[in-house]
């Protein structure tokens, strides 16, 4: 059974920082890209940041600077540095994985995507 797991998301206020996790298991994580997804109320998805089976890293310019996507292999994990952060960051995030490139990542094709996190919440106050 393929899961995706996050966590680490909570309340912080404006600047504050939030690291996320999302351990993938079911699949053979090093071959997976696994994006980071976030939708607020009322708004549609938007995609955050992705990191390819290869390690190559892609940010949304909304975010460019201020997070930082990583991975350990060994832990089958990736996470999700989020600093500076702002009142508009406010959404649910959710992993995602992909085979090898963050393909749908790119082209915005969330629906394509077949494996799915559960969520985690992230609240920024102002």
């Known amino acids: 059974e393929v899961q995706l797991v996050e966590s680490g998301g909570g309340w912080v206020q404006a600047g504050g920082s939030l690291r996320l996790s999302c351990v993938v298991s079911g699949l053979k994580f090093g071959d997976y890209a696994i994006a980071w997804i976030r939708q607020a109320p009322g708004k549609e998805r938007e995609g955050v940041s992705c990191?390819?089976?290869?390690?190559?890293?892609y940010y949304a310019d909304s975010v460019e600077d201020r997070f930082t996507i990583s991975k350990d292999n060994a832990q089958n994990t990736v996470y999700l540095q989020m600093n500076s952060l702002k009142p508009e960051d406010t959404a649910v995030y959710y992993c995602?994985?992909?085979?090898?490139?963050?393909?749908?990542?790119?082209?915005?094709?969330?629906?394509?995507?077949?494996?799915w996190g559960q969520g985690t919440q992230v609240t920024v106050s102002s």
């Open positions: 990191i390819s089976s290869g390690g190559t890293a």
């Open positions: 995602a994985a992909e085979t090898y490139f963050c393909t749908y990542y790119r082209e915005m094709f969330y629906s394509g995507y077949n494996y």
